[in-house]
C-alpha cells in the first residue's frame, strides 16, 4: 500500500525526468548565505532536506519528499589567476553549461568537452561528471563545503572528495553540502587533450591531440544533441536522466567468462568495446544494453517509459510516467544485461524514496 503524500509542490517541475511526487515544504536559496541558512535552520529543527540543483542526475518517488527541498539557485561566476594560472570559480548553483560557455567565451578551454551537460555546477564533484573523455576531476582545484555537523564552512581538495569514476566521498552521503566549486582553466582558448575517439574523428585530429575550445564546445553540443542529450522541452528523448547506467568495470579474472558469453551470443568474431580501467576492463553499458535485446525505443510507442529512441543508455519519460514506470523499466534492462553477459550494471543518478533493489 502506498504510504500518503506529504503536501506541498509536486518535484517532478524540479527534475529533468519531469518524475517525483510532492515535498512537505520547498524553500529557494538564491545565494550562498541563503543555503547555509536553509540548511542550517532545517538541521536545527530535525527537518529532513531534499537539496535540487538542476534535477537532472535524481529519481524521485511518486510518494515525494517527506521534509523540506531546497531549491539551490545561488549563481554567480568569478574568473582569477594564481601561480597555477587561471582559474574559475562558481556557485553551486550556477548553471553547469553556462559556465562551460561562459570560460570558452573569455578565451579559456579545459571544460569545453563537458558542454551540454544539464545541471548545477555543485553537483558536478559530487559525480565526478564526465564525458568525451574529460571529468571532473582532471580540471577541479577545490570546492567550497558546509559541514553539517559543526556547522563550518571550508575550502576542501580534490584529494579530499575521493574522486572516482562517477562517484566521490560526498555522493550518497549528506554530511556536507558543495557551495562552490572552482577549476583551473587553459590559456589561448586551448581545449584539454581530445581523448574520446567519436569526438576526434568529428573534429577530425589525432587522438591525444588539442583543439580550439570553442570548436570543440561546438563538436560536443552537436555530438550530444544527436543523442537526444541536451535538453529541450519539446523533444521527449531528452527527459531523463542522462545516462541511467554507469559503464561496467569487469575485473581481469571475471573477464574471460563475460566474453565468452558474448561470443556465444554474437560470435566469435564479435569486437567487444573495451577500455582500460582502475581494477579491470570498463566495458559499454549502451553496446551491452542493446545486444541484450534492448533496442532504441523499448519497449514500444505505448510505454509510458522508454529508452531514448536515439541513445539506449537513456531511460525517457514520455509525458504521462509514473516514477514506478521507470524503476520498473530499470529492473528490465539491468536483469536482462545480466542474464545475458553476466554483467552487473549499476545506475548513476540519486535515488530519493525509491530504489531499484
Partial sequence: MSTPQPPGPRLAEFTTLRLGGPARSLRRAESTDELVAAVTECDRAGEPVLLIGGGSNLVIGDDGFAGTAVLVASSDIEFGRDDDGAHVTAAAGTDWDALVAATVEAGFGGLECLSGIPGAAGT?????????GVEVADMLRGAAVLDRSTGDVSWVAPSWLELGYRTSRLKGRDGHVVLAVSFRLNDGAVSAPIRYRELAGALGVDEGSAAPAARVREHVLALRASKG???????????SA????????????ALPAVL??????LGADVRVPQFPADGGVKLSAGWLIERAGFTRGFPGDDAPVRLSTKHTLALTNRGEARTADLIALARTVRDGVRDAFGVALHPEPVFVGCSLD
Fill in 260 to 265: 565468452g558469453r558474448i561470443a556465444d551470443r
Fill in 124 to 132: 558536478t564533484p559530487v559525480q565526478n561528471v564526465g564525458a568525451y
Fill in 229 to 239: 542529450m541536451v535538453l529541450d522541452a519539446a523533444d521527449h528523448d531528452t527527459w
Fill in 242 to 253: 542522462g545516462s541511467f547506467f554507469t559503464n561496467p568495470i569487469v575485473g581481469d579474472d
